[in-house]
């Protein structure tokens, strides 16, 4: 469908990542500095200008695989350490995040306001740092130039684009329903009140014309729904208020522990698909992740001296308990790399991954720091 | 007006794609048939008219000779022509059409796309260019003709043999200038009426034509860059659902707006007409199904549109919805991440 959609799911979940993030590490009360290296660190390579120019090419989604194995690389760029089960709730959370502003911006050109939230949250995140800061600038500069020139049905395929990649996605994730925006069976709840989108008029008229064109009737119906007019729009320019609130973040400090998540409802009539399709599309999928690694500005490696963990639960226990627990329709399949015969079939492919294993030692076994990326990565 | 019936479980939930629901009638058979795109599955039930009795079967988007590829399918929908009925799938490679039951594939279209960027090291940016590439927008008109959307606007007119396999593409109808959303031809089976196939696409343009060994542009009805979703042709009315939530009334020929209506608060999904009564069913992101009742009557040069009937589909952005008989006594609605096709009857 749309070939524009990569860099607002990216953006956006990239967003969603570091407002999570930012509350665990101060949750967890790591020291300012540290807390500030991680997420510059993040930052950085989010919007490495290699990484960004791949990104902004026309293309296709990545499967939800190869995008999760993304991610992890992304959390894992700097010194803090997730687990698997960390990293999963992670996932989960700005995953479920992401598909309900989609699915609830009023309009679907209100997509790029709801990454402008995320961009500006993110700016904010660097401030004091200059050049991670004209990273960022230029970033706005690509969006504003992708996407203002769209049409509303250009953004409304992108949506549905968007819509297909999360379908069928239903997980119970706490803030939500303890916000009544989620109902117990995962699915988001559609509010019939409040403003129209932009551009839209109060349903309840029928106008008619005569054949010459003029009116000849007003008649009001009666609506369900109870809307009002619609309010301003929103700026999309570099900097200026975004009107809509979709996209800020949602993890203040009053709500330091409301990271707390339920599996898929037990009774839920379906459950969500691992793609178990035969999988023709592995090679192209390890040319795309070749193509985005090779953009990504990796950390050295980093000695466990000055490397922490991050934990998404309230006590390691929680955190092992919901390992274990965890339904396999949820499990994420992370594509599983095999070097050697990999190099033989990817000349661009090896060349990476030979970039990898100059930095740190390759290992069959993947190890439990889960500091060396080719051990990260087969593990996983 | 209408009461909730038993839904119809599907194999796998819809997914939000304009007019995401086909019906089809097999009186003689007293079934009907439903079909819901799922990314790239296309649901199939046939369900008989006791409720008693449910087949499913699942269509894949196999791109003729290609092995199973993730191609996400844009449309499905059954085209009744007087000597055969197909079932037209649009995809993002092309164009597959089966017989009525999905049973055989009769004939495949490839569209003529760039090849993807897969290759790591290929110029993307010169190779591929930004558009997305689609066919959406389906339409069976007069005795021969299916007529199928494509995203550059361009509109493919293939000529049916009444059966066989041997279907040729007769001609391309280059009007739009914007993606094409959907199509319909005249529905009320009127031999009088001059127009027989309208068009719309992204930038909300009409496009009002008459069938032929060579298609004529009767009237091209200019947008107002809101994007037309869904379209509908009865007795010379054009009926459009837009993404402000509006339905407009147009006399297909003279292009003039005949009603305006404020109907939805979220973008429109889904227009449908029964033809036999005139009634209207629209379909939007708000949850809402709202049934109207159109009267046309061309002698009096009258067109008046009314209110009947809402229903919210709780929680639901619906993408589907259509009648199941001439008559609308009832109507079928689907919604995204739903895996169930809900019914209505008139009670």
């Avoid at chain 1, 009023?106 to 200059?130: C, G, Q, W, Y």
């Avoid at chain 2, 439903?34 to 409720?51: E, I, L, R």
């Amino acid at each position: 469908m749309s070939s524009k959609t990569l860099p607002l799911l990216f953006i956006n979940l990239g967003g969603e990542m570091l407002y999570i993030l930012d509350q665990r590490l101060r949750a967890q009360n790591i020291p300012s500095d540290k807390a500030r290296k991680v997420m510059n660190d993040i930052i950085t390579t989010m919007f490495n200008k290699k990484f960004l120019e791949e990104l902004f090419k026309p293309q296709e989604l990545y499967s939800k695989r190869a995008l999760r194995t993304v991610f992890d690389r992304l959390a894992h760029a700097s010194i803090m350490r997730l687990n698997q089960a960390s990293m999963d709730k992670l996932y989960d959370l700005m995953t479920m995040a992401f598909k309900y502003q989609v699915l609830l911006c009023p309009r679907p050109k209100d997509m790029l306001l709801v990454t402008f939230n995320h961009m500006d949250a993110i700016r904010d995140f660097v401030r004091d740092s200059p050049s991670i800061l004209n990273q960022v600038d230029e970033t706005y500069r690509q969006l504003i130039e992708m996407y203002t020139p769209l049409s509303g049905g250009e953004f409304q395929l992108i949506r549905q684009t968007l819509l297909i990649f999360f379908q069928d996605m239903h997980i119970r994730v706490s803030i939500f329903l303890k916000d009544k925006v989620q109902n117990s069976n995962g699915r988001f709840v559609l509010p019939t009140s409040g403003p129209v989108p932009y551009g839209t008029q109060i349903p309840g008229l029928i106008r008619t014309f005569s054949c010459t064109g003029e009116e000849v009737n007003r008649v009001q119906f009666r609506s369900a729904g109870n809307y009002t007019a619609a309010l301003r729009e929103g700026s999309f320019e570099m900097h200026g208020d975004r009107v809509i609130k979709l996209g800020t973040n949602m993890y203040g400090v009053s709500r330091a522990v409301e990271t707390h998540m339920s599996g898929t409802s037990r009774n839920s009539s379906q459950h969500t698909k691992v793609n178990t399709a035969p999988n023709p599309l592995a090679k192209k999928e390890l040319n795309l992740l070749a193509q985005l690694m090779g953009g990504l500005d990796m950390q050295k490696p980093v000695g466990s001296d000055t490397s922490f963990r991050v934990n998404l639960f309230a006590t390691d226990e929680e955190e092992e308990e919901a390992l274990m627990s965890r339904p396999a329709e949820l499990s994420y399949e992370v594509i599983n790399i095999q070097a050697a015969k990999d190099q033989q079939t990817n000349a661009e492919l090896a060349r990476i991954m030979g970039e990898f294993a100059d930095e740190g030692e390759p290992s069959a076994t993947p190890s439990s720091k889960g500091d060396e990326l080719l051990a990260m990565m087969d593990g996983l | 007006m209408y009461h909730k019936e038993k839904s119809i479980q599907i194999k796998s939930s819809a997914s939000a794609l304009y007019n995401n629901l086909s019906v089809l009638r097999i009186a003689p058979r007293c079934l009907t048939y439903f079909t819901v795109v799922h990314a790239n599955v296309v649901n199939m039930v046939s369900a008989s008219w006791d409720g008693l009795n449910f087949s499913h079967r699942q269509l894949q988007s196999k791109e003729g000779s290609i092995a199973a590829s993730s191609s996400l399918i844009m449309q499905a929908s059954w085209c009744v022509l007087p000597s055969r009925e197909l079932l037209v799938l649009t995809s993002q490679k092309g164009i597959q059409m089966y017989e009525s039951d999905g049973s055989i594939m009769v004939y495949w279209h490839a569209l003529d796309t760039p090849e993807t960027p897969t290759v790591v090291g290929v110029n993307i940016s010169s190779a591929h260019p930004a558009q997305a590439v689609f066919a959406r927008g389906i339409a069976a008109v007069q005795e021969n003709f299916i007529c199928v959307g494509v995203s550059t606007g361009f509109i493919l007119v293939f000529d049916i043999p009444s059966k066989g396999s041997n279907i040729m593409l007769s001609e391309v109808l280059e009007e739009h200038r914007e993606s094409i959303t959907d199509m319909a031809s005249e529905c009320s089976g009127s031999l009088e009426s001059v127009a027989d196939l309208v068009t719309a696409d992204d930038s909300g343009a009409l496009c009002v034509w008459k069938s032929g060994e060579d298609f004529q542009l009767l009237n091209k009805i200019p947008g107002f860059e809101v994007c037309c979703s869904s379209v509908k042709l009865w007795k010379g009315t054009v009926a459009a659902g837009y993404g402000s939530g509006q339905i407009r009334i147009y006399e297909a020929v003279t292009g003039i707006v005949r009603a305006e209506v404020n109907a939805h608060a979220r973008w429109i999904y889904s227009l449908d007409i029964a033809p036999f009564s005139g009634l209207l069913l629209s379909a939007a992101e708000d949850s809402l199904v709202q049934v109207w009742h159109l009267t046309v009557i061309p002698e009096a040069n009258s067109v008046e549109i009314q209110h009947l009937y809402s229903e919210c589909v709780t929680d639901t952005q619906i993408c589907g919805a259509k009648f199941c008989d001439g008559e609308g006594h009832a109507f079928a609605v689907t919604g995204y991440d739903l895996s169930e096709i809900i019914r209505y009857t008139q009670e």
